[in-house]
């Protein structure tokens, strides 16, 4: 056991710097040359200051802001997780209708108008950062009339900043509300 015990602590200790030291700082330095942005948290600056970030969504309250989905995590990057609640339960059921009912409400619609399905869903991480191409055109009017613009202005926007599907053919395009009222806030400068 003598003979094996350097051997051991010098193989450990080998694979440690290998998997522990060198791995790490090839991929870090790898993805600092080829995705700079990306692996700094894609961040997205206003006059120099860092904002938010396009992977995660924030709250955004306002009449005159896009709104993004509910989240289950209150917009905690800390704490990403989804409510875990089945199609069928009760809870959900009752928080979806509650969230029709308010989304009704502060967009101007009949209260017999169908909701956009991630206007009244949680993302499965409570932190996505995308709407519904549906869900920004319902909102487009209420934040057009807050900020003193046409619908057609801050349709243009939306249509600006929406993003194709996956590869072409995955899932359905989106809004980035962070970007998107971004450039509001420019517009309205």
């Known amino acids: 056991m003598r003979r094996q015990l350097p051997a051991a602590l010098g193989m450990v200790l080998l694979f440690t710097l290998i998997t522990g030291v060198a791995?790490?700082?090839?991929v870090t330095g790898i993805a600092q040359v080829a995705f700079r942005d990306q692996a700094n948290g894609s961040l997205v600056e206003r006059d120099g200051e860092v904002v938010g970030s396009t992977l995660l969504a924030q709250e955004f309250t306002g009449a005159e802001y896009?709104?993004?989905?509910?989240?289950?995590?209150?917009?905690?990057?800390?704490?990403s997780g989804g409510?875990?609640?089945?199609?069928?339960?009760?809870?959900?059921?009752?928080?979806?209708e509650e969230y029709a009912v308010a989304y009704r409400e502060e967009n101007?619609?009949?209260?017999?108008?169908?909701?956009?399905?991630?206007?009244?869903?949680?993302s499965a991480s409570g932190l996505d950062?995308?709407?519904?191409?549906?869900?920004?055109?319902?909102q487009a009017p209420r934040v057009a009339e807050a900020r003193g613009l046409s619908t057609g202005?801050?349709?243009?926007?939306v249509e600006e900043h929406t993003t194709g599907r996956g590869l072409g053919f995955l899932g359905e395009g989106g809004v980035d509300v962070l970007e998107l009222n971004v450039a509001l806030d420019e517009l309205s400068r």
């Open 108 to 122: 101007g619609l009949p209260a017999d108008s169908e909701v956009p399905v991630d206007a009244v869903t949680m």
């Open 129 to 138: 950062p995308d709407i519904s191409v549906a869900n920004a055109g319902l």
């Open 66 to 79: 896009f709104h993004p989905r509910p989240s289950a995590v209150a917009y905690d990057a800390r704490d």
């Open 23 to 26: 791995y790490p700082l090839l």
């Open 153 to 157: 202005q801050v349709l243009a926007l």
């Open 83 to 96: 409510a875990n609640l089945g199609p069928t339960n009760p809870d959900l059921l009752a928080a979806v």
